[in-house]
């Protein structure tokens, strides 16, 4: 008789293809069948997903665990522990820790972070600064250890990773298009943004929605112009990250259709709150891009439904509570970027699929098959395909709950969908075979995985079997 560790039965695979009933067979933390009649395989443990879907491990592209870190205000363990339980099984971590990622030490250094306390798989994005701070060398040494993507700022995101200028970002994607890597963006003008921050501060303006009036779509709308202009040129494939503005996803969807290799990325907040939260929450929904009007948002969810917008990720940041509330007062006091790495996947399915009608199979595309496609962890990740990792989110597509920052498992134990009643439920999560969340088990010891389970994923790691 065949030997299995896990064999999850009675649930429905949802694969980007379709849906079908099967028993998933796991065995060595892989695929090892899908079939009808499981009875000729011993296992290890069986488990009854009667009523349940079975998903492709989440995979967030876009997060801020923040190690190393002196602050450590999360790291990648209590991150983790978030994302697993949010249905997660791989993250692909930004470049933005103390030190940041931009040399191959660094990089190297990040590596040995994942290996000692990651709990989700982890890829690693590699920081793009430019000469005279960084060389060639630099970001080829960061392409052999293993980057999945580059990363830049067209506006300033902190004293350690200012904005790119044009010459700059010109090299960059040059580098990026003879390395065979994606290149991601966060787009955002910084001189329209440093104009519009100018204008509010000239009024006196600090109250919540001068966040969103400092920095209006077309600050997106013309960086992402600029990206797509240099990016044509040079050959490279541009990622653009957290686009919240529909002028700039018509242009990206106009690249699409001349050819141009482009992806594009949006997160929950930007699909799921408006300016009227941005008031009601003030430094607790103060993100860059920031938060939009219903308008804009009900224009983004057309380039969602429409395919120009590939992956949905979190853009999940760990602040405290103390340094969001500083934003009552003004709302320029509060850092940018929301707590979501939890949320992300229930979410998205709650939102896109139950209230609008997504096919569950395009939610898995965005949610596992593109991002794991995009940052190079084909076919070992983001598929149920037999061989590939043992990579399953067990969700109750039923099941409705109440989000709460008492359920949180991530550091900063704050979320912008407090009180938001959602339908779909993660039950459990499983990474290559092993069960690192467990949602019958209560509070913390719901992760069941240890510091150091997760493994890093050095991109092509799909290509390796
Ligand atoms: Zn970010």
């Given at each position: 008789?065949?030997?299995a560790?896990v ?5 429905t ?9 099967a028993?998933?067979v ?19 443990e069986?488990?009854?997903a ?6 492709p491990?989440?995979i967030?592209?876009?997060?801020h665990?923040?190690e190393?870190?002196p602050?450590l ?15 997660l099984?791989?993250?692909v971590?930004m470049?933005?820790?103390?030190p ?9 250094e990040?590596?040995?972070?994942v290996?000692?306390?990651?709990i989700?798989d ?18 080829a ?11 830049s ?7 350690l990773?200012p ?5 700059q ?13 994606p ?6 003008d910084q001189a ?13 303006r600090?109250d ?37 503005s529909?002028g700039?996803?018509?242009l990206?969807?106009?690249a ?23 008031e009601?929450l003030a430094g ?15 224009a983004?969810?057309?380039?969602v439904h ?17 340094s969001?509330?500083?934003?009552r007062?003004?709302?320029?006091a509060?850092?940018l970027?929301?707590?979501g790495v ?18 569950p199979?395009?939610f898995?595309?965005?949610?596992a098959?593109n ?24 969700l ?10 008492g ?21 459990r ?11 019958t ?9 240890r ?13 390796l079997?």
């Amino acid at each position: 008789m065949a030997r299995a560790d896990v064999i999850i039965e009675n649930g429905t695979i949802v694969t980007e293809g379709g849906r079908f009933t099967a028993d998933l067979v796991i065995a060595d933390q892989q695929i090892a069948a899908l079939t009808n009649n499981a009875s000729g395989w011993e296992a290890g443990e069986r488990i009854d997903a009667t009523g349940l879907w079975l998903l492709p491990g989440g995979i967030d592209v876009h997060t801020h665990l923040r190690e190393p870190d002196p602050e450590l205000l999360e790291g990648f363990a209590r991150g983790g522990a978030g994302a697993a339980a949010g249905g997660l099984t791989t993250v692909v971590e930004m470049p933005q820790a103390h030190p940041t990622t931009v040399t191959p030490e660094q990089f190297r250094e990040k590596q040995r972070l994942v290996a000692e306390h990651a709990i989700v798989d982890m890829a690693l994005w590699a920081g793009a600064i430019g000469p005279p701070k960084q060389t060639a060398d630099d970001l080829a040494g960061m392409a052999e250890a293993g980057a999945a993507a580059f990363k830049s700022f067209m506006a300033t995101s902190s004293p350690l990773f200012p904005a790119i200028d044009y010459g700059q970002l010109h090299w960059a994607m040059r580098e990026a298009a003879r390395l065979g890597l994606p290149y991601g963006l966060h787009a955002e003008d910084q001189a329209l943004l440093a104009d519009g921050l100018q204008r509010m501060r000239a009024v006196g303006r600090t109250d919540p929605l001068a966040h969103a009036e400092s920095r209006p779509p077309l600050v997106e709308t013309v960086a992402v112009n600029t990206a797509l202009l240099l990016a044509a040129e040079t050959g490279c494939h541009v990622h653009i990250c957290h686009v919240a503005s529909a002028g700039a996803l018509a242009l990206i969807h106009e690249a699409k259709a001349r050819g141009q290799r482009v992806t594009a990325e949006t997160c929950p907040q930007y699909l799921m709150l408006n300016t009227d939260d941005l008031e009601r929450l003030a430094g607790f929904a103060r993100c860059a891009p920031a938060i939009r009007d219903q308008a804009e948002v009900d224009a983004i969810w057309e380039f969602v439904h429409d395919g120009t917008i590939d992956i949905i990720c979190s853009d999940h940041c760990p602040f405290t509570i103390e340094s969001k509330e500083a934003g009552r007062n003004d709302i320029f006091a509060a850092p940018l970027g929301l707590s979501g790495v939890q949320t992300l996947l229930p979410a998205f399915f709650s939102e896109a699929v139950v209230r609008r009608g997504m096919a569950p199979e395009r939610f898995v595309a965005m949610m596992a098959g593109n991002p794991a496609r995009v940052f190079g962890l084909t076919p070992r990740k983001g598929t149920l395909a037999v061989g590939a990792d043992a990579d399953v989110t067990l969700l109750d597509p039923e099941a409705t709950w109440t989000v709460s920052a008492g359920e949180a498992l991530h550091g900063q134990k704050w979320t912008p969908y407090e009180g938001m009643t959602l339908t779909g439920r993660v039950r459990r999560t499983i990474r290559r075979g092993e069960t690192i969340y467990d949602d019958t088990r209560e509070g913390e010891e719901r992760v069941t995985a240890r510091p150091g389970s997760g493994t890093f994923l050095p991109r092509g790691y799909g290509e390796l079997a």
